[in-house]
């Protein structure tokens, strides 16, 4: 029996950024060499398809560390979480198979997702501060004492 091997060659893409002009300050220095390993994984559209273990091989940092880092690149709005294993970048920075695809994409963007606006840096802050405020809230739940049970009003009679 002959198996076929069928040779899969990465699409071209085109894109005209400068991502790293964007990164906002205080960002954690785990994003940082995501940034072109992601561009240089993507799919035409910005959309990449790799585990956190895989990314992580990628740069050599622990899954850890490229979890920060891809939530960090979240607040940024620079790279979306589509689901488990499947990333987007934002259109600003991703690949394309034509410029006029990337102004398209570009053009139907909100204003709240693009981080070329005026106070990128100041709603990328705040967005640090709801997660860290959220965090504490959650780990005060957790630590206070749960009441005890009534045994006696759950017995059967």
């Known amino acids: 029996m002959t198996v076929a091997v069928q040779s899969m060659v990465p699409e071209y893409v085109w894109t ?16 940082y060499p995501l940034i072109p390993k992601l561009l240089g994984n993507q799919e035409p559209g910005g959309r990449v398809v790799a585990v956190q273990d895989v990314i992580a091989s990628w740069v050599g940092m622990s899954r850890s560390q490229v979890t920060r880092g891809l939530q960090h690149l979240g607040f ?4 979306w979480k589509e689901g488990n294993g499947v990333y987007r970048l934002s259109p600003l920075i991703a690949g394309f198979r034509t ?21 990128f840096q100041e709603r990328y802050e705040h967005r640090v501060a709801e997660y860290e405020k959220e965090r504490l809230e959650k780990a005060v739940r ?11 009003s759950r017995r059967k009679r």
């Open 142 to 152: 957790r630590q206070r004492p749960t009441e005890p049970i009534d045994l006696a």
């Open 16 to 31: 005209a950024n400068n991502a790293l002009v964007f990164t906002p300050t205080g960002m954690p220095l785990a994003a």
């Open 76 to 79: 940024a709005q620079m790279v």
């Open 99 to 119: 410029p006029a695809e990337q102004l398209a994409a570009i053009g139907e963007m909100d204003d709240d997702d693009r981080f070329d606006h005026p106070h």
